[in-house]
């Protein structure tokens, strides 16, 4: 059995004739670590991985978020694919046969995974228990650093299947799935399905509690081994030597589990909307910048905005994710409050999958309409909640002078399009398993000004005139926010 899932890994010819969903796109960014000046530098090779794949009579997403390697990212994404596509999943299946079987297919992968290493798992205990004279020592310890390089890492993956016309949800970690529902009057509901496993989730406190762990050590400490997730594939520190790490030695059992939590199914039957999957570091990354209250909203308006102007998926995914890391990073540079939660980043992956929701008119491509891109202002988490901390976007004119604005804020007052619409009036409803909240923004768009179609010349200095009318903007954030910019000095031109 061990030597089957080798040439697993070897070779994808399993999914290789597997075609791709036209209905996704996927958008991704390597992770990052910022010099002082802003200069960014990747830090370790792309780990995230992801899959969206169509079978005979189903739909396959999947984002993978491996860490210290990509080795159980890659194994996880090609096994789950065979298990279910290739497997015994069909029409016939009811609810109850489709949650067994995604469970059973994540176990087929944490076991398989582990019958690769399992010969250098017997060599690494091998090793470690001789006791050899100094002048071999030293070759003994660089072999056992090989052999630790082979069998460390691990994955967190978040799956969606559609079969039927029915979503259902696999969750193992800290990746995240929202369900956008768009109505014919311009609202947005927003539905995070399931909760993360993380050292801050009280049910999975309880249940490493159950086991003989102490949950309030492991609220504190925010990591085990490394990593925030309480479920994961592979990382045989955490499996097999979990009684050497302090914060799990007192377990009765194996605490860091790879059962994955089972969402659904959600009907999908005359739903518009779209579905996004997205891997921690994209949601650490808005939420250092930003502060974690309305990622949710916030990842969906920007969603929206690009859908609606975009005419392909891989363009509205890519620049989302673009706009994240560009929102990172400018926090970084500002030197503000949140400056020091955002030093650096981990990778990002954002799989959209739309649900009868129509993109940009087709006759309208991205160079003619424009591209969004994010305006910069003063941010800060600790106003109150009566304050509006704003995040501008703005559509770049070209040939044809089409416009928007759309103003995010951390009072869930969002502007979001609405599908085949330019209206910059919108209605955003979140909700949870505990929370529900709703808002409405509206405007006249006059914060952004129409330029003539001809292009903008440089004056004698090099400078192109602006084309933005900012004054209104300035009027009405200094009404809203003048206590803080008489300790600011002030927002706008001085």
């Not at 106003?383 to 004119?397: A, E, G, W, Y």
Request: proline share 5%.
């Amino acid at each position: 059995m061990a030597a089957e899932p080798k040439t697993l890994m070897q070779s994808q010819s399993w999914t290789d004739d597997l075609p791709l969903c036209e209905m996704c796109g996927v958008g991704v960014a390597p992770n990052c670590v910022y010099s002082p000046d802003g200069e960014g530098t990747q830090n370790h090779p792309m780990e995230d991985r992801h899959l969206r794949l169509r079978g005979e009579n189903c739909f396959l997403y999947g984002v993978f978020n491996g860490y210290d390697g990509s080795r159980v990212a890659d194994f996880a994404a090609q096994c789950l694919t065979a298990e279910l596509l290739l497997g015994e999943l069909n029409s016939s299946h009811t609810d109850g046969d489709v949650r067994r079987i995604l469970i059973q297919a994540f176990e087929a992968v944490e076991e398989s995974y582990f019958n690769t290493i399992g010969d250098a798992l017997a060599k690494k205990a091998h090793l470690s228990n001789y006791l050899l004279p100094h002048n071999e020592s030293q070759k003994v310890q660089e072999r056992l650093n090989e052999l630790e390089q082979e069998v460390s890492g691990g994955a967190t993956a978040v799956v969606a299947l559609i079969l039927n016309n029915k979503l259902y949800i696999a969750n193992v970690g800290t990746n995240r799935v929202l369900l956008c529902k768009s109505s014919s009057d311009g609202q947005n509901q927003v539905l995070q399905i399931g909760r993360p496993h993380s050292t801050d989730n009280e049910d999975e406190l309880q249940r490493l509690a159950a086991m003989g762990v102490d949950a309030a050590r492991i609220r504190q400490a925010g990591q085990i081994a490394g990593q925030s997730s309480t479920r994961r594939l592979g990382d045989s520190r955490v499996k097999i030597n979990y009684s050497e790490i302090d914060l799990l030695s007192a377990a009765k059992a194996k605490p860091i589990i790879s059962e994955p939590e089972i969402h659904g199914s959600h009907p999908l039957d005359g739903v518009t909307g779209f579905l996004l999957l997205m891997s921690e570091g994209l949601i650490n990354g808005l939420e250092s910048a930003h502060g974690p209250e309305q990622v949710n909203q916030e990842i969906v308006a920007m969603v929206a905005a690009e859908l609606a102007q975009q005419t392909s998926l891989e363009a509205v995914a890519q620049s989302v994710v673009e706009r994240v890391k560009r929102l990172h990073h400018d926090v970084f540079v500002s030197g503000r409050q949140r400056a020091a939660f955002c030093s650096r980043h981990e990778d990002m992956t954002l799989l959209i999958r739309t649900i009868n929701y129509p993109l940009a008119d087709a006759a309208l491509t991205p160079t003619q309409g424009g591209r969004i891109y994010p305006v910069s202002v003063p941010y800060s988490n600790s106003q109150s909640t009566s304050k509006t901390s704003v995040t501008l976007s703005l559509v770049m004119p070209c040939q044809s002078t089409l416009t928007n604005g759309t103003n995010t804020a951390s009072t869930l007052e969002e502007g979001t399009p609405t599908p085949g619409s330019q209206s910059p009036t919108a209605t955003l409803q979140s909700t949870n398993t505990q929370t529900q909240s709703s808002s409405s923004s509206s405007g006249d768009g006059s914060l952004f000004r129409q330029r003539g179609s001809q292009a903008a010349q440089p004056d004698e200095t090099g400078r192109v005139p602006p084309y933005v009318d900012f004054s209104q903007f300035y009027r009405l954030w200094g009404g809203d926010n003048s206590d803080s910019q008489s300790t600011q000095g002030g927002l706008g031109p001085q």
